[in-house]
């Protein structure tokens, strides 16, 4: 058989194809990308999914398994060759009850069906072999390569070394005949123990019905003491829950007690709250707002002052600087038009002109003197006289007009800083701006100190208003913080008589409820209870004790009585004591004669295992041979397939469990293919398929491993689905080896 094609929608594939060649096909894949879903697939599709598998524990059925996860139902195509033909089988679910229960085989060229083919018999049709089979020899995973026994791998196997027939099992013979056995004898179970054990009982029962009347005598007795005990106890216990009614009354009467104090302080309270005039919590909280928000007006009455000085102080600095400016007092306009006008004339003193004319008139007469005394000329020494005066006195002009402008610029500089008119005009313009600016900061402080004003008249009307309600009750509260620490107390005082009243209310729900659960005295006038000795769990645990003994006494009893009316009479059980010897003496004889039976068929397996264990295992050594590169022998199998490796040069077997993991591995792997070639219908080369068969093996057992496998697939088509990279590797360059890459579930192979 050669598979072509499967298309699967099965647990995580969605409609995902897998194209396959012949000879040996490496599949690699990522673990959890569905490669054991291609392989439970390819059972499923040959052999069906089982609808009575159950889920037991930490192992679903592959029905609930490989549901598919996109929620939908199981299908799948199969496209292969059969001999010459080419068949294509389709599975898919009607019914949730029989998932890929409906099946349909065609022949691909014509879509003709397959006659005599199918969902039952489809696979043990096209592969030759039973789903068991199969699964044991040519279906390999990962930590499942040792073969474990079955009664169909079995009859294939004892057909290579018999007639051939396949309708004959050691293990099911064998399992038959241990059935009739274990019916008849079975450690303790079965007809023959049952049977003796009745034999035992009847001949018990004629020896012991004196002795058991004798108990039963004693046990009536020890019955009437329990009960007179039982009957006290129960008095006991009477007296303990009168007991506990009467403390029930007490804890009532101390939860009156309770209530009716807080009742008498809650009123007191009350009446204190009515008799000092204590507000309403509304009216308190009314007034505390008030006064939060008289302090937030206050604050704003602050800062308002504190802007109105700064407006006083700027407006003092402006004074200042207009009272420094040499044109104060004046409007802004006599300013400019004083700095504009003609220059003031300076007040000179005469003193110095006349000592200067004085002076020039002296030179004078002096010079006209002169001139007369050298040159005795009158009109020549007036004329001197008269020049000299003349030119003295246009000096002496000269020099008082400097002296008057000089002292005009003195004065200007005295007056204004400077003699300069644009300065001067500057020092104008500027006293105008100053004036502006005093007369803004006039306007600035009005309208401060009008803020500030109202601010301070709101607070001392609102403090007034607030200091007048709260008077009314604390007359004491002379301003807001005393007003403020009264409507505290008050507030205070209104929660105290809350909690007071919510106590006392919750007291006296409590006095009702325990009223309710207290039960009045039966007998007033009866004298008071004495506490009781005890507790009650002492009385009650000895109360079951009692109970319990009376349980196991009656218990007895009736199982003595029951004994006594099920042995009868004396004759009836001599009857039945025959009667049960009989059968245990024919019983025994069919005993011996299956275990006769038992022995014959172990002698001819014996001999079967000597026939058939020596060609097993000789395939299997030449596998392993091939494996390991000759570093084992000879290879040994017994019937159950337990097999041993004999190391090279050695001559002494060596259980597969003392063997080394890889090479254990090897060994599984040589039994499974030896069981291949052996077991598999020789005339259909049924697929190999290996699961990470291959994941545990080093690279160098691998390699083995795979070199084999390549010369396999030359007989059969192979299935090598794979983790790694390396079984790729090994055979990039081989044309003949298929490699594929698996992508995830739900996209394109």
């Known amino acids: 058989m050669l598979i072509r094609r499967m298309t699967a929608t099965f647990g995580?594939?969605?409609?995902?194809t897998l194209e396959l060649r012949e000879g040996l096909n490496i599949l690699q894949a990522p673990n959890?990308?569905?490669?054991?879903?291609?392989?439970?697939?390819?059972?499923?599709?040959?052999?069906?999914?089982?609808?009575?598998?159950?889920?037991?524990?930490?192992?679903?059925?592959?029905?609930?398994?490989?549901?598919?996860?996109?929620?939908?139902?199981?299908?799948?195509?199969?496209?292969?060759?059969?001999g010459e033909d080419a068949l294509t089988l389709f599975r898919t679910t009607r019914r949730p009850a029989a998932p890929m229960g409906d099946f349909?085989?065609?022949?691909?060229?014509?879509?003709?069906?397959?006659?005599?083919?199918?969902?039952t018999s489809c696979g043990e049709s096209l592969l030759g072999v039973s789903r068991e089979v199969y699964a044991r020899s040519a279906f390999i995973r990962q930590g499942g390569m040792a073969v474990t026994q079955d009664s169909g791998l079995e009859r294939r196997i004892a057909a290579l070394v018999t007639s051939g027939e396949e309708d004959t099992s050691y293990t099911e013979a064998v399992e038959a005949l241990k059935k009739q056995l274990n019916r008849r004898r079975h450690n303790k179970t079965g007809q023959l123990p049952a049977l003796e054990a009745e034999l035992q009982e009847t001949e018990a029962q004629l020896a012991s019905q004196a002795e058991l009347a004798r108990q039963r005598e004693n046990l009536l007795a020890r019955s009437a003491e329990l009960e007179a005990r039982e009957s006290s106890l129960k008095e006991e216990l009477a007296g303990l829950d009168r007991w506990a009614e009467h403390r029930k009354r007490q804890d009532l009467q101390k939860a009156e007690d309770a209530a009716v104090q807080a009742e008498e302080k809650a009123a007191a309270l009350r009446r204190r709250l009515e008799e000092e005039q204590v507000p309403e919590n509304d009216v308190t909280v009314r007034l505390r707002g008030a006064i939060v928000n008289l302090n937030t007006v206050r604050k704003s009455a602050e800062k308002a002052q504190e802007a109105y000085d700064a407006a006083k102080s700027a407006?003092?600095?402006?004074?200042?600087?207009?009272?420094?400016?040499?044109?104060?007092?004046?409007?802004?306009?006599?300013?400019r038009r004083t700095a504009a006008g003609p220059l003031p004339k300076a007040r000179r003193s005469p003193l110095p002109l006349l000592l200067t004319a004085l002076a020039c008139l002296c030179v004078s007469l002096g010079a006209g003197y002169g001139v007369y005394f050298y040159f005795k000329n009158p009109a020549a020494a007036l004329g001197a006289a008269a020049g000299l005066l003349a030119l003295t006195f246009l000096l002496t002009l000269v020099l008082w007009k400097r002296a008057g402008k000089q002292a005009r610029a003195a004065a200007l500089t005295e007056r204004y800083g400077t003699a300069d008119s644009a300065?001067?005009?500057?020092?104008?313009?500027?006293?105008?701006?100053?004036?502006?600016?005093?007369?803004?900061?006039?306007?600035?402080?009005?309208?401060?100190?009008?803020?500030?004003?109202?601010?301070?008249?709101?607070?001392?009307?609102?403090?007034?208003?607030?200091?007048?309600?709260?008077?009314?009750?604390?007359?004491?509260?002379?301003?807001?913080?005393?007003?403020?620490?009264a409507l505290r107390a008050s507030a205070l005082l209104r929660r105290e008589l809350s909690e007071a009243e919510k106590a006392a209310h919750e007291a006296r729900l409590r006095v009702e409820f325990q009223a309710g659960q207290t039960p009045a005295p039966e007998n007033p006038d009866a004298p008071p209870l004495l506490p009781p000795e005890r507790d009650r769990d002492a009385v009650l645990e000895e109360l079951e004790a009692v109970r319990a003994d009376l349980s196991a006494l009656r218990s007895s009893l009736?199982?003595?009585?029951?004994?006594?009316?099920?042995?009868?009479?004396?004759?009836?059980?001599?009857?039945?004591?025959?009667?049960?010897?009989?059968?245990?003496?024919?019983?025994?004889s069919e005993y011996a004669a299956i275990e006769l039976a038992m022995s014959a068929l172990a002698h001819a397996n014996t001999q079967l295992q000597g026939r058939f264990s020596p060609a097993l295992g000789k395939r299997v050594a030449e596998i392993f041979d091939r494996l390991t590169d000759g570093a084992y022998g000879g290879v040994i199998l017994d019937r159950t397939l337990r097999v041993s490796a004999e190391p090279a040069g050695t001559g002494v077997p060596r259980d597969v469990g003392y063997l080394s993991a890889g090479a254990a591995d090897q060994l599984y792997l040589a039994v499974r293919l030896a069981v291949c070639d052996l077991?598999?219908?020789?005339?259909?080369?049924?697929?190999?398929?290996?699961?990470?068969?291959?994941?545990?093996?080093?690279?160098?057992?691998?390699?083995?491993?795979?070199?084999?496998?390549?010369?396999?697939?030359?007989?059969?088509?192979?299935?090598?689905?794979?983790?790694?990279?390396?079984?790729?590797?090994?055979?990039?360059?081989?044309?003949?080896?298929?490699?594929?890459?698996l992508t995830a579930p739900g996209a394109k192979v």
């Open 315 to 335: 407006l003092a600095q402006a004074e200042e600087k207009l009272s420094a400016s040499p044109f104060a007092g004046q409007t802004a306009e006599e300013a």
């Open 423 to 485: 300065e001067i005009q500057a020092l104008a313009d500027a006293y105008a701006a100053l004036l502006s600016d005093r007369d803004a900061a006039k306007q600035e402080a009005s309208a401060r100190s009008a803020a500030a004003q109202g601010l301070w008249q709101s607070v001392d009307v609102n403090a007034d208003g607030i200091l007048e309600e709260v008077r009314r009750f604390a007359p004491a509260a002379y301003d807001i913080p005393s007003a403020d620490a």
């Open 558 to 588: 009736d199982r003595i009585a029951g004994r006594l009316h099920a042995a009868g009479e004396p004759l009836a059980l001599q009857a039945a004591a025959e009667r049960l010897t009989d059968e245990i003496a024919a019983l025994e």
């Open 32 to 82: 959890e990308t569905g490669k054991s879903t291609w392989c439970a697939f390819l059972l499923a599709m040959l052999y069906g999914v089982s609808t009575k598998e159950r889920d037991r524990a930490g192992v679903l059925a592959d029905k609930n398994r490989y549901a598919p996860w996109n929620g939908g139902s199981m299908s799948g195509r199969l496209d292969c060759r059969a």
């Open 12 to 16: 995580k594939l969605r409609e995902q």
């Open 679 to 741: 077991v598999l219908p020789p005339e259909n080369a049924v697929p190999i398929v290996l699961d990470d068969a291959l994941s545990s093996f080093d690279d160098q057992r691998c390699a083995a491993a795979l070199d084999y496998l390549r010369k396999e697939a030359e007989k059969r088509q192979i299935l090598l689905f794979t983790c790694h990279s390396r079984e790729a590797a090994h055979f990039k360059n081989d044309p003949a080896v298929s490699i594929q890459v």
């Open 104 to 119: 349909q085989a065609l022949y691909t060229g014509t879509a003709d069906p397959v006659p005599g083919l199918t969902g």
